[in-house]
């Protein structure tokens, strides 16, 4: 190989070297837009809302330690949930959580980790508890479910199951 040919190659492979070096110090990879990224947009602590219905009356009332909006699907991130969904005369269901999600417009609510869902009476009796870790709730159809193992403590019977179905507005559940 001539001298001449040996000098080209390395003064080739410099360049392409000293390219690429100066690409990535100079930063030009392409900055994400502001609808690629997932930071909130804003955020509350103990955040509280009621929902009321078509007579005026509390449908339910969502409580969180922390919540913050996600402007690109306009959902919201909730830390430490807890919802209560009034059933007319019935007593409230009460649900808790350690992490949450509501979509865009309020009609799915996932609750995740530690899940329970309870009812006590106006004496403060637990009539129906219970525990599991993932339960989506659907507040207009007054509807929740979940596919995730499930312990059921009812006044003095306890079911264990996978899957659980429960409607609100007639005090069933499906296992």
Do not use: C
Request: no cysteine; proline share 4%.
């Amino acid at each position: 190989m001539s001298r001449r040919l040996f000098l080209f190659l390395i003064l080739a492979v410099t360049a392409v070297g000293s390219g690429w070096l100066m690409k990535r110090i100079s930063g030009t990879e392409p900055v994400p837009s502001v609808s690629d990224r997932i930071d909130p947009d804003y955020y509350m602590e103990d955040f509280t809302t009621i929902s009321m219905d078509e007579n005026g009356l509390p449908a339910s009332k969502l409580y969180a330690v922390y919540m913050e909006h996600n402007p690109v699907d306009d959902t919201l991130e909730l830390y430490e949930p807890n919802l209560e969904v009034y059933r007319g005369e019935s007593d409230p269901l009460r649900i808790t959580a350690d992490k949450g999600w509501v979509t865009n417009n309020n009609e799915v609510i996932l609750l995740r980790g530690k899940v329970r869902m309870w009812i006590e009476d106006a004496a403060g009796q637990v009539t129906l508890n219970v525990d599991t870790t993932e339960v989506r709730v659907l507040l207009l159809e007054e509807y929740a479910e979940t596919d995730q193992n499930a312990t059921i403590v009812a006044k003095r019977t306890t079911v264990k199951g996978r899957g659980i179905r429960a409607h609100f507005d007639d005090n069933r559940l499906e296992i």
